[in-house]
């Protein structure tokens, strides 16, 4: 049996008449289980869309969201402003500036850009795509200006580390007499602190003293920009001025580590906090463990984790503790946890309801891997089309790479049609199956592959390499001591 291959482009649209006609059968494909609404609900409205769109990108699933979204435009249901607030932050976290862009237009043949939240939105989403230009032009086309839509586009500049552009905007900002709040603050001083300007940098830290906006601000205003090493910078800076810490300054602080993941910064804050007496506090321990859970110490973690309290366990420090583990391929440690978690009397939430629903899918992954490897191709399939939700692109992925090894062209052309589906972008896949096609001496077939490639506009990725600099620095200084 032989499948065509038929990738649709993200922005393509299929007519309503024919979408179930370009659906494969049934029997190459579980249904989509979570994209479908349930069986009670009779009728798919805007509101639960919405919520559906939000959920899933709420949930660190960014594509799955936008996958949604080109399901609701195919429907019959009109998105509203609530949509575009939802899908214009998931193009901006892909860097999926084609799909932004199209969003764009659809808000303007719509006619709902007049809000400020979704202009606000629109700047934001440009932003992290890396074009400031249509950014500005956005910003530059607005009456109406919010501290938000300045705020937003001074963090372009600054993520671009153009500093000129970012005072600029700052001296204009004040000039209109828009007043900047303790993230616009966090973000100069941010960048003060990366172009060493201590001048400015204290004409900055004047005007938030004189505002009253404490430092827990503007450290929580770096990191809700993404900002970890600039906000270690300011809380330096805060230690050398020797301000005096206090819980909220500390809960502020910690998650610039977690996000940097440095496992010699991470004991020195340890360190820091053992002699100041923090470490006593539940909530500093707990932002502690996720330090030492997101630098893959687990077994630092865990002694921490110990060291609470049953009483002083709660949601969040239970949370932390089981992603780590989830996040680091330990799933049955996760889920043991997740089960002391429910027995000890906490409820679950959607942190933890989600490690775990990963780890189920990471649980079939793993099966269908070695299943293939077994050539045990058709059970590893059977898997598939049984699992109770639908298979991700790591299911189908596994599935994909055991036809290679064992040249089965039949499921390998099904693996890869849903593939394609679900990354479009993702030059592996379509690599993995022109070499099925050439193993078995189809080799138009496999040319077909690579023009497929060409004109969705894929390139291969190429090999990196990844070179631990401390550990080669380190290396070089022992060879010359030994030399010596």
């Given at each position: 049996m032989?499948?065509?291959?038929?990738?649709?482009?993200?922005h393509?649209?299929?007519?309503?008449?024919?979408?179930?006609?370009?659906?494969?059968?049934?029997?190459?494909?579980?249904?989509l289980?979570?994209?479908?609404?349930?069986?009670?609900?009779?009728?798919?409205?805007v509101?639960?869309?919405?919520?559906?769109?939000?959920?899933y990108?709420?949930?660190?699933?960014a594509?799955?969201?936008?996958?949604?979204?080109?399901?609701?435009?195919?429907?019959?249901?009109?998105?509203?402003?609530?949509t575009?607030?939802?899908?214009?932050?998931?193009c901006?976290?892909?860097?999926?500036?084609?799909?932004?862009?199209?969003?764009?237009q659809?808000?303007?043949?719509?006619?709902?850009?007049?809000?400020?939240?979704?202009?606000?939105a629109?700047?934001?989403?440009?932003?992290?795509?890396g074009r400031?230009?249509?950014?500005?032009?956005?910003?530059d086309?607005?009456?109406?200006?919010?501290?938000?839509?300045?705020?937003?586009?001074?963090?372009g500049?600054?993520?671009?580390?153009?500093?000129?552009?970012a005072?600029?905007?700052?001296?204009?900002?004040q000039?209109e007499?828009?007043?900047?709040?303790?993230?616009?603050?966090?973000?100069?001083?941010?960048?003060?602190a990366v172009?060493?300007?201590?001048?400015?940098?204290?004409?900055l830290?004047?005007?938030?003293?004189?505002?009253?906006?404490p430092?827990n601000?503007i450290?929580?205003?770096?990191?809700?920009?993404?900002?970890?090493?600039?906000?270690?910078?300011?809380?330096?800076?805060?230690h050398?001025?020797?301000?005096?810490?206090?819980?909220?300054?500390w809960?502020s602080?910690?998650?610039?580590?977690a996000?940097?993941?440095?496992?010699?910064q991470?004991?020195?804050?340890?360190?820091y906090?053992?002699?100041?007496?923090?470490?006593?506090?539940?909530e500093?321990?707990t932002?502690?463990i996720?330090i030492?859970?997101?630098?893959?110490?687990?077994?630092?973690?865990?002694?921490?984790?110990?060291?609470?309290?049953?009483?002083?366990?709660?949601?969040?420090s239970?949370?932390?503790?089981?992603?780590?583990?989830?996040?680091h391929g330990?799933g049955?440690?996760?889920l043991?946890l997740?089960?002391?978690?429910?027995r000890?009397?906490?409820?679950?939430?959607?942190?933890?309801?989600?490690?775990?629903?990963?780890?189920?899918?990471?649980h079939?992954?793993?099966?269908?891997?070695?299943?293939?490897?077994?050539?045990?191709?058709?059970?590893?399939?059977?898997?598939?089309s049984?699992?109770?939700?639908?298979?991700s692109s790591?299911?189908?992925g596994?599935?994909?790479?055991?036809?290679?090894?064992?040249?089965?062209?039949?499921?390998?052309e099904?693996?890869?049609?849903?593939?394609?589906?679900?990354e479009?972008?993702?030059?592996?896949?379509?690599?993995?199956?022109?070499?099925?096609?050439?193993a078995?001496?189809?080799?138009d077939?496999?040319?077909r592959?690579?023009?497929?490639m060409?004109?969705?506009?894929?390139?291969?990725?190429?090999?990196?390499?990844?070179?631990?600099?401390?550990s080669?620095?380190?290396?070089?200084?022992?060879?010359?001591l030994?030399l010596?």
């Amino acid at each position: 049996m032989r499948v065509t291959i038929i990738p649709l482009r993200h922005h393509q649209q299929i007519p309503c008449n024919h979408q179930e006609a370009a659906r494969p059968h049934h029997h190459f494909r579980p249904p989509l289980k979570p994209f479908s609404f349930s069986a009670d609900c009779c009728e798919k409205t805007v509101v639960s869309w919405n919520t559906l769109i939000s959920g899933y990108f709420r949930n660190d699933c960014a594509k799955e969201a936008l996958m949604v979204f080109r399901r609701m435009v195919g429907s019959e249901v009109e998105f509203d402003s609530a949509t575009v607030l939802s899908v214009l932050p998931a193009c901006g976290y892909l860097k999926d500036l084609d799909m932004g862009m199209e969003v764009h237009q659809m808000i303007k043949d719509k006619g709902i850009g007049k809000r400020l939240a979704v202009q606000n939105a629109l700047v934001d989403m440009y932003v992290k795509c890396g074009r400031m230009d249509k950014a500005r032009r956005v910003f530059d086309g607005r009456v109406e200006r919010d501290v938000i839509t300045w705020t937003t586009v001074i963090n372009g500049y600054t993520l671009n580390t153009d500093a000129k552009g970012a005072l600029e905007l700052c001296r204009l900002m004040q000039f209109e007499d828009v007043r900047p709040n303790e993230v616009t603050l966090a973000l100069l001083l941010a960048m003060c602190a990366v172009l060493r300007d201590l001048k400015l940098g204290k004409c900055l830290h004047g005007t938030s003293k004189k505002r009253t906006v404490p430092w827990n601000a503007i450290l929580s205003g770096c990191i809700h920009n993404k900002l970890a090493r600039e906000a270690i910078e300011l809380f330096k800076q805060m230690h050398l001025e020797a301000v005096k810490l206090n819980d909220a300054k500390w809960k502020s602080i910690l998650p610039a580590y977690a996000i940097e993941a440095d496992m010699h910064q991470a004991m020195n804050i340890h360190g820091y906090l053992i002699r100041s007496g923090f470490i006593r506090k539940p909530e500093i321990l707990t932002g502690l463990i996720d330090i030492y859970s997101k630098c893959g110490n687990l077994q630092y973690a865990h002694n921490l984790f110990n060291g609470l309290s049953m009483r002083n366990r709660d949601i969040v420090s239970w949370s932390v503790i089981i992603a780590g583990y989830g996040k680091h391929g330990h799933g049955e440690a996760a889920l043991s946890l997740f089960n002391q978690m429910v027995r000890s009397g906490v409820k679950p939430n959607e942190v933890t309801f989600y490690v775990r629903e990963s780890l189920r899918t990471d649980h079939y992954t793993c099966i269908v891997d070695l299943l293939g490897r077994a050539n045990r191709l058709e059970e590893a399939y059977e898997l598939i089309s049984t699992m109770p939700f639908e298979a991700s692109s790591a299911v189908w992925g596994a599935l994909l790479g055991a036809c290679v090894i064992h040249e089965n062209v039949e499921l390998g052309e099904i693996a890869a049609k849903w593939l394609f589906e679900l990354e479009l972008e993702n030059s592996g896949n379509y690599v993995l199956m022109g070499n099925i096609y050439s193993a078995v001496g189809r080799f138009d077939d496999g040319e077909r592959v690579r023009q497929m490639m060409s004109n969705i506009g894929v390139v291969k990725a190429p090999a990196n390499s990844v070179v631990d600099v401390r550990s080669l620095c380190n290396c070089r200084m022992a060879n010359r001591l030994m030399l010596r």
